[in-house]
């Protein structure tokens, strides 16, 4: 484990809330990865057993519809959490991150989260509370840009009323 490391991750938003010690057991249960530009670090649709920390380098994070048309929904750098649902969930990953340069990621498994949580260690908490913190941060920008298109639609017959729609029945679907 590198001490650049330990230095990069206690930066991160993953970490906030660790001491050094638990950055230190942490950056030792995981591991760095490095990709090239224009790879499929995580694919939609795929199982998701990782969690990753970007430490160098871009990525865009992508979506397809219905239709099978892939969306550029979102950009990160370093010190974005990617994967966290999939640690959390187990559930299969719901979008896909390319990146747009070259990468050095440090990710961490699901198997070692759970070893780590079932061992009483007090970094897996932290970790989870830091992961929690992310996902309502993320909340909190969806229920914005949320007003933000009500505020666009508005005057326009019946898309208030279809969006209002759509937005209680992804609000009930967060409630499981």
């Known amino acids: 484990m590198s001490e ?11 970490c906030k809330g660790l001491d ?16 090239p530009s224009g790879a499929v670090v995580m694919e939609e ?5 990782r969690l990753v920390c970007l430490i160098e380098g871009t990525v865009v994070v992508e979506k ?3 239709s099978g048309q892939t ?8 010190g974005a959490v990617l994967g966290e649902m999939s640690l ?10 390319r990146a747009t340069s070259s990468l050095r990621i440090f990710a961490i498994d699901k198997t070692t989260y759970e070893g780590m949580v079932e061992d009483g260690d007090p970094a897996a908490l932290k970790l989870g509370i830091s992961i929690a913190t992310v996902l309502a941060h993320r909340l909190v920008v969806l229920n914005t840009r949320f007003v933000e298109v009500l505020e666009e639609l508005r005057g326009e ?6 969006f209002g729609k759509f937005r209680q029945e992804l609000f009930t679907r967060w409630n499981f």
């Open 71 to 78: 969306h550029v929904i979102g950009q990160a750098g370093p």
């Open 20 to 35: 050094d010690d638990e950055v230190e057991r942490l950056a030792a249960a995981g591991r760095v990865e490095f990709w």
């Open 64 to 66: 397809s519809d219905t």
């Open 88 to 97: 959390l969930t187990g559930t299969r990953r719901t979008a896909t991150v």
């Open 45 to 49: 649709g795929e199982d998701g057993p």
């Open 4 to 14: 650049k490391l330990v230095l990069q991750l206690k930066e991160t938003a993953l």
């Open 157 to 162: 017959d019946g898309a208030v009323h279809e």
